[in-house]
C-alpha cells in the first residue's frame, strides 16, 4: 500500500469517527480523490474483485454524504459511477451472496439503470411525484397482458402506455421475465428515494 493512501485512509477514517468534519474541504478532497484513484486501479485489475477492505462501508458513506453537499455534483456523480461500475462485485456482496437468480437480476438492472441510463441517486430524488413506481407498475402491467395474452403481439408491446410517466423514447419493454425484473429494480429506486428523503427531513430536524 502506498504511503500516499495509507495517510489518506487514516485521514478519513479519523474523521468518520468523528460526528462532526474534522477536516477543510480542501484537505477531504485530496484525500478523497487518492481514495476514488486506488478504487478504479483495483477494479481495472480484475473484474468482480471486491472493494478492498482497508475501505470499508461506513469510510465510502461517509464520503459520500460529504461530498453531496458540495455544488460541484461531478465529483458525486464520479463516486455512485465507480461504485456501480462492476455489477459482478456488487452481486457478490454478503448482501447477495445465495440469492436467488431473480433477486440478482433485480440488482442487476437497477446498477445497470445507474451506470449505463446515468439515472443517479440524486436524479431518483426529483422524481417527488410517484413516478418511479408509477414507471414499475406499467413494466409490471405489461408483464401482465404477455402472460395473459400468449400470442401477443411486439409491436402492441411497444406502445407507450397512457400512464407512462417519462418520454416515449425511455419505455423500452421486453420479454415478461426482463419487464418484471424492471419493475423490480424501479421499485427499489423509488424505495431508496423514499429512504434518502427521510433520513434528509430527520437531519434537518436536528439541526433546527
Not at 413516478?131 to 414499475?136: C, F, H, N, T, V
Not at 416515449?168 to 426482463?178: A, E, F, G, L, S
Amino acid at each position: 500500500m502506498s504511503q500516499s493512501l495509507t495517510i489518506a485512509i487514516a485521514a478519513m477514517r479519523d474523521a468518520v469517527e468523528h460526528d462532526s468534519p474534522t477536516m477543510f474541504w480542501g484537505e477531504a478532497m485530496t484525500h478523497v480523490a487518492v481514495l476514488l484513484e486506488h478504487i478504479n486501479q483495483q477494479r481495472n485489475v480484475s473484474v468482480g474483485t471486491a472493494m478492498p477492505p482497508e475501505i470499508n462501508n461506513h469510510l465510502l458513506a461517509w464520503i459520500v454524504d460529504q461530498v453531496d453537499t458540495i455544488e460541484d455534483d461531478s465529483v458525486i456523480r464520479d463516486i455512485y459511477r465507480l461504485i456501480a461500475a462492476d455489477q459482478a462485485s456488487f452481486i457478490a456482496t454478503e448482501y447477495a451472496q445465495g440469492a436467488p437468480a431473480s433477486l440478482q437480476s433485480v440488482l442487476a438492472e437497477r446498477i445497470r439503470q445507474i451506470q449505463v441510463e446515468c439515472f443517479y441517486p440524486e436524479h431518483d430524488d426529483e422524481n417527488t411525484d410517484g413516478s418511479l413506481a408509477m414507471a414499475a407498475a406499467c413494466y409490471a402491467e405489461e408483464a401482465f397482458y404477455q402472460a395473459k395474452i400468449v400470442d401477443r403481439l411486439s409491436a402492441i408491446s411497444q406502445v407507450t402506455p397512457v400512464l407512462w410517466p417519462w418520454t416515449p423514447d425511455i419505455w423500452k419493454p421486453t420479454d415478461q421475465r426482463q419487464n418484471l425484473v424492471k419493475a423490480g429494480a424501479l421499485i427499489l429506486a423509488e424505495i431508496d428515494r423514499l429512504d434518502r428523503a427521510a433520513a434528509l427531513a430527520q437531519k434537518e430536524q436536528h439541526h433546527v
